[in-house]
């Protein structure tokens, strides 16, 4: 049984470094062909694909946000990191980290973490 | 980029059909996956690689793809298919979601 669930804090200040920790079970992040990615979602708002870490450590970014973006994996840990510069208040989000499998050149996502809300706010 | 435009609502008539699409730049060569998500809840995977139901998905949701549209089927609707749906693509090394559209059963 996948399960993912993320963690980290529920109130950043403007400019500041977001850090979110997605640890899993079921499944291994050593297995070929597995990825863990990062989508946040605004209130009332649509997904956004933030990254992708895959099983190689190969890592794949939003183009715009990029700069910004980093994701590490711990494979011994079970965890998956996102780490967000700068934080803003456009950045409040739920963040979900979901299970993806790469497969016929293509990525989607089949296992989600019940997300965590994150408010950027002085 | 490549975008995804999905209508922003639809609505349907309990226990009839509805048809929520995924319009993109000949997306028909692409696979297009579908998410369903409730309110307050984590998407979940209905549809995947344009029409393959993932195991606990109902047979009343089905999808198709050709051209420059991708097409989520919902047959029989019930109250419980009250939701937000979400298409997405692999572009380019990314992952690229539609704006979502919510579908209303009458």
């Known amino acids: 049984q996948i399960t993912l669930k993320e963690s980290g804090p529920t109130l950043v200040k403007p400019t500041q470094t977001l850090t979110l920790t997605c640890t899993f079970s079921g499944f291994s992040l050593s297995t070929s062909g597995v990825g863990v990615g990062w989508i946040r979602q605004p209130p009332g708002k649509a997904l956004e694909w933030l990254a992708l870490i895959y099983w190689d450590d190969d890592k794949r970014y939003s183009p715009s946000l990029k700069s910004r973006l980093t994701i590490t994996k711990d494979t011994s840990k079970n965890q998956v990191v996102l780490t967000m510069t700068n934080m803003d208040p456009v950045d409040t989000a739920t963040y979900y980290c979901a299970h993806s499998l790469y497969t016929y050149g293509d990525h989607y996502f089949d296992y989600w973490g019940q997300g965590t809300l994150v408010t950027v706010s002085s | 980029s490549y975008e995804l435009t999905q209508p922003l609502s639809v609505s349907v008539a309990l226990g009839q059909t509805a048809r929520i699409t995924c319009g993109g730049n000949?997306?028909?060569?692409?696979?297009v996956h579908w998410y369903q998500q409730k309110p307050g809840q984590a998407p979940v995977l209905v549809i995947y690689r344009d029409s393959n139901r993932p195991s606990g998905i109902p047979e009343r949701f089905s999808g198709s793809n050709s051209g420059n549209t991708a097409t989520l089927t919902i047959s029989r609707a019930q109250a419980g298919d009250e939701a937000d749906y979400y298409c997405?693509?692999?572009?380019?090394?990314?992952?690229?979601f539609g704006g979502g559209t919510k579908l209303t059963v009458l």
């Open positions: 000949n997306i028909g060569s692409k696979n």
């Open positions: 997405q693509v692999w572009d380019s090394s990314t992952a690229v």
